[in-house]
Nanobody, 122 residues
């Protein structure tokens, strides 16, 4: 089994910064893409940023220039540096790992973390 554990959420004032981190553990052989999604109350979960194992990134338009995703392939970790935070960034942020290949198993899988709350308010 694979577990994704997020950390780094909290309350921050508009214009502030937070850094989210996520560590994947378990019988992992490789992870193709890791990323962050978010879900605000009453809204659907939406993509924030993703990063492939090879280094190709993808960002939601509203966070471009403010958020930066990075990952450590060897440690199966992904981070999201969030700068210039706005009220509309308030949400529960979920770590995602897709295209996960497990040791001794065929196929690929997708896993989600339990989420970490980010609140932007003055």
């Amino acid at each position: 089994q694979v577990q994704l554990v997020e950390s780094g959420g909290g309350l921050v004032q508009p214009g502030g910064s937070l850094r989210l981190s996520c560590a994947a553990s378990g019988s992992i052989f490789s992870i193709y893409i890791m990323g962050w999604y978010r879900q605000a109350p009453g809204m659907q979960r939406e993509l924030v940023a993703t990063l492939t194992r090879g280094g190709s990134d993808n960002y939601r338009e509203s966070v471009k220039g403010r958020f930066t995703i990075s990952r450590d392939n060897a440690l199966n970790k992904v981070s999201l540096q969030m700068n210039k935070l706005k009220g509309e960034d308030t949400a529960v942020y979920y770590c995602n790992a897709a295209g996960v290949m497990l040791e001794g198993a065929e196929g690929s899988y997708e896993f989600w973390g339990r989420g970490t709350q980010v609140a932007v308010a003055s």
